[in-house]
Nanobody
Framework: QVQVVESGGGLVQTGGSLRLSCTASGLAFGHYAMGWFRQAPGKEREGVSCIGWVGSDTSYADSVKGRFTISRDNAKNTLYLQMNNLKPADTATYYC??????????????????????WGQGTQVTVSS
């Protein structure tokens, strides 16, 4: 049974930083593409950043490039999202998700309906102005 659990959300002021963590169990973590997605009230869920099973393969939404960094620690079955210079527009519920085995980052983020297998419960990030 696959379980995906996020942590690290919270309330931060504009310009602040947060680091989200996601632990996935019940699968060979290092074989899977992984991703962070977010959904703000009244908006569709969007891909924020994804990482391929090869950790050097990463993708970012244009809105977060240069501010967010995705990384993975396969020994700990953990995915991270370092978020710097946060803006009120980053306020959303952030979801961690598992992609497909031996897959890349780009399509994982671009087409979650096809390439995401399991979702976490979400963690709230609120950026105050």
């Amino acid at each position: 049974q696959v379980q995906v659990v996020e942590s690290g959300g919270g309330l931060v002021q504009t310009g602040g930083s947060l680091r989200l963590s996601c632990t996935a169990s019940g699968l060979a973590f290092g074989h899977y593409a992984m991703g962070w997605f977010r959904q703000a009230p009244g908006k569709e869920r969007e891909g924020v950043s994804c990482i391929g099973w090869v950790g050097s393969d990463t993708s970012y939404a244009d809105s977060v490039k240069g501010r967010f960094t995705i990384s993975r620690d396969n020994a700990k079955n953990t995915l991270y999202l370092q978020m710097n210079n946060l803006k009120p527009a980053d306020t959303a519920t952030y979801y961690c998700a598992t992609g497909k085995q031996f897959y890349d980052s780009y399509f994982t983020c671009q087409n979650p309906r096809a390439y995401i297998s399991y979702w976490g419960q979400g963690t709230q990030v609120t950026v105050s102005s």
